[in-house]
């Protein structure tokens, strides 16, 4: 029997078993049951021969009556090859949908794929992203939805979901702000210059060690050029400090500092998030090398009467008159008292008096900031004797010159070079008379060091020779 419908042609196979067994025709297609099979099913259409084929030019489905433990009304139809099942509970529902199916493959309707839960789901995420557009004002299509979520949600730590992530991100991203490593760097460096000191006040910071600290940093930014801040990744660093692997452990480890130093100053400016700047941080290229221990060298108590007794000697062409003073008084401080080089370079003449038996170190003075007393024994107070009425600074000129001219004065007697000679004299020196906790004081380094790298470099009888190195006249005397 055949049905006419609104369609080219319908065509009813000619025996109920034409269409062979039913569960091989659909085998391979995903069963899909819509709304209509919610409702209790009729007894097959015996006026009917099964399958039915419905054709519209060129496209083609057929219906097939309900089966055996499955009492419902079958369509299948193929879109972009791949076979499509729909169900149903009236043989005239089943038959109309195939109409209207064929009608829409032929005239290319990609929807006609979808199942009916499949186009229900389509619809509720075109509202959401109306909703979306009218809470926001953003325009997001599906596809750049979808899109956009999968490539999220292939980026997210495992056991994460992409809420929990995106809810840390807003707690965090929000605050930090947009910077490039350059500019950030020399932020840094101006940051740190702060106001000019005034007369006769302390720089901030030494000169030397800001001018390292550039240079080192501005290398840093220069490895990663237009990179922002919140960019930087561990490797990064590790990265940046192979550079440098003909270097010393000590030099790396400068640089390492110089690097640790600004990423902090970077996280108190919100250019990092506080979690990443912990990671970056505590990275293995961020920890520091072990350094070989080096000889520490100093001057014997015959080198340095030698190196005293040349600042007194008039017939010295090495230096002129002007230095000699600078020269005499300097190194008796750092031989006797345990200053730095730097630290008495920045005393005034007055400063030698203010505070009787000792010379003041103050905390604008000293390295470390911190005020402390060097005491005035014997040899100190006899080599600073003829200073007692002189005024003004001890050496009005930078750090380089003064190198040079006590370079120029140990040269012209024969004394050969020992880096830090004369402060690392004092210390050895002095270990071994007053012991750590005394030496610590005077010469503001703390005990371990002191014990690390002092201990049992000297003698007792050598200790004694050192102190009671005096001028001349005093010998004499």
Avoid at 225 to 237: A, M, R, Y
Wanted: proline share 4%; hydrophobic share 40%.
């Amino acid at each position: 029997m055949v049905e006419h419908a609104a369609v080219n042609r319908v065509v009813v196979g000619s025996s109920p078993t034409s269409g062979a067994n039913l569960i091989e025709e659909i085998k391979d297609s995903a069963v899909t049951c819509t709304e209509f099979a919610q409702r209790k099913p009729r007894n097959p259409d015996k006026r009917v021969a099964f399958p039915v084929t419905v054709e519209y030019y060129d496209q083609r489905a057929k219906i097939y009556r309900p089966a055996k433990g499955f009492a419902f009304y079958r369509i299948a139809f193929k879109v972009d090859g791949q076979r499509r099942m729909l169900t149903f509970g009236t043989y005239s529902e089943a038959k109309a949908a195939a109409e209207a199916k064929v009608k829409e493959l032929h005239k290319g309707q990609k929807s006609a794929s979808l199942t009916a839960k499949q186009a229900q789901d389509a619809l509720d995420i075109l509202r959401k992203l109306d909703t979306h557009r009218q809470e926001t004002g953003q325009r997001i299509s599906p596809i750049e939805a979808i899109t956009d979520y999968l490539a999220a949600v292939k980026l997210l730590p495992k056991g994460s979901t992409l809420i929990e992530s995106v809810t840390v991100c807003a707690r965090t991203v929000g605050v930090v702000k947009s910077k490039t490593i350059a500019e950030a760097v020399t932020d840094f460096v101006a940051a740190r210059q702060g106001r000019e000191p005034k007369q006769g006040e302390r720089a901030r910071f030494s000169p030397v060690y800001a001018r390292n600290i550039e240079a080192w940093l501005t290398k840093f930014s220069e490895t990663f050029p237009g990179h922002l801040v919140s960019d930087l990744k561990p490797e990064f660093i590790g990265k940046h400090l192979t550079k440098y692997s003909e270097l010393s452990e000590k030099a790396r480890n400068d640089r390492r500092g110089a690097i640790g130093m600004w990423l902090r100053w970077c996280g108190r400016q919100d250019f990092i998030e506080p979690h990443q700047l912990a990671k970056l941080l505590d990275c293995d290229a961020m920890r520091m090398e072990v350094l070989q221990s080096g000889k520490i060298a100093f001057y014997t108590a015959a080198e340095l009467k030698t190196i005293l007794d040349a600042t007194q000697d008039n017939e010295n062409k090495s230096c002129n008159e002007s230095s000699r003073d600078a020269l005499c008084a300097v190194t008796a401080i750092e031989a006797f008292g345990g200053a730095r080089l730097q630290e008495a370079l920045r005393l005034r003449w007055e400063d030698l008096q203010r505070t009787p038996g000792h010379v003041e170190i103050s905390g604008a003075h000293a390295k470390t900031r911190r005020r402390r007393l060097l005491e005035v024994g014997p040899a100190l107070l006899a080599w600073l004797a003829p200073f007692k009425d002189k005024t003004g600074p001890i050496w009005d000129g930078p750090l380089n010159s003064f190198i040079t001219e006590w370079a120029r004065l140990r040269e012209s007697v024969s004394v050969r070079s020992k880096r830090n000679g004369v402060r690392h004299g004092f210390v050895s020196y002095s270990y071994i008379l007053r012991g750590e906790i005394e030496t610590s004081a005077l010469a503001g380094t703390s005990p371990q060091i002191l014990h690390q790298n002092y201990r049992g470099l000297a003698t007792k009888a050598e200790a004694e020779k050192w102190f009671n190195v005096l001028p001349a006249k005093s010998a004499t005397n």
